[in-house]
């Protein structure tokens, strides 16, 4: 079995829960996902199976949220599973000044992200020093947002904004709701955050664990084929003899104008896999079949 499960990740699951569920459902050894989501968030993470875990590196960045921002609150984790560090009521904040502070959430920026996070700092994760008391600098990072849209807001004491985000890699969601709130001088923290899309897939595609064990159950689960999100890739297409070539590790001659990463087909459009292409050579990267 190989190629993409579009997992919809439940509440309070680690992406690590996530894998190691879906390793022990399909009995597979070889499982991986692309782009961690935190416990307290839902929706898409995608899963790749058997070898296809090999393309990992290769799918798209680009990813987009769906958040609920809680004003006049701000917690050492940038969302609500964190301590309250301030909590000021806020019931006048004017809406049209929030308009114009989340506006400026366009394009790149520089980021900091939560203490609370992954990111590695001497080679120790940020949040296993947060968690040992440990203060660190943190390092700036530009990361860019291509479009924020509001899509409700609701004021009282601590009013919320709902809005949309569509983002490259490395975009911390709970970073901006912390520096919303800095920018309106009320504190502000991440209250919840589905992922309706990432790496090239959608949420309205996804499947829940639930839905993955019916379907093993009656036998109708299959993973999307693994080149399904590499779209973005330009392909090759190789007569029989070189394709044979290619998947022993061979270099191919091919004459295109441009270089870089490419997919690779044979003459019956099956996938092959991952290449290389510089110096007018198809140089093998990733085969997927010999």
Same mark, same amino acid.
């Given at each position: ?16 829960? =996530?894998?190691? /569920?879906?390793?022990?459902?399909? /009995?597979?050894?070889?499982? !991986? ?20 875990? /090999? ?14 921002? /809680? ?18 009521? =806020? ?31 001497? !080679? ?22 291509? $479009? ?45 955050? &589905?992922?309706?899309?990432?790496? !090239?897939?959608?949420?309205?595609? $996804? ?34 003899? $070189? ?15 441009? $270089? ?22 198809? &140089? ?7």
């Amino acid at each position: 079995m190989q190629g993409f499960l579009n997992l919809n990740k439940p509440f309070d699951w680690t992406s690590h829960d =996530c894998v190691a /569920r879906v390793r022990k459902l399909l /009995r597979l050894k070889r499982v !991986g996902h692309a782009g961690t989501l935190d416990p307290a968030a839902t929706g898409v993470l995608p899963i790749a199976l058997g070898t296809a875990t /090999r393309l990992l590196q290769y799918l798209p960045g680009n990813k987009a949220y769906k958040a609920t921002i /809680r004003l006049g609150v701000q917690t050492t984790t940038d969302d609500l599973q964190g301590e309250i560090i301030t909590s000021q009521s =806020c019931p006048g904040l004017d809406f049209a000044e929030v308009k114009t502070a989340i506006a400026q959430f366009q394009g790149k920026i520089e980021q900091i992200p939560p203490i609370y996070s992954a990111i590695q700092v001497d !080679g120790k994760r940020l949040y296993d020093l947060a968690r040992q008391g440990q203060t660190v600098e943190v390092p700036k990072r530009t990361v860019e947002i291509f $479009s924020t849209e509001i899509l409700d807001w609701r004021d009282g004491d601590f009013p919320e904004l709902d809005v949309a985000i569509a983002c490259g890699s490395g975009t911390y969601i709970r970073a901006i709701a912390r520096d919303l709130g800095a920018i309106l001088q009320t504190g502000g923290t991440l209250a919840a955050l &589905i992922r309706t899309a990432s790496s !090239g897939f959608n949420l309205t595609d $996804s499947l829940t664990l639930t839905d993955l064990e019916n379907q093993l159950q009656a036998g109708t689960f299959q993973p999307s084929i693994p080149d399904i999100a590499l779209e973005h890739l330009p392909s090759v297409t190789l007569p029989t003899l $070189s394709a044979q070539k290619w998947c022993h590790g061979q270099k191919i001659p091919h004459t295109l104008d441009f $270089s870089g990463i490419v997919r690779v087909y044979d003459q019956e459009t099956a996938f092959l896999g991952i290449s290389k292409l510089e110096d007018n050579l198809l &140089i093998p990267t990733t085969v997927l079949k010999n």
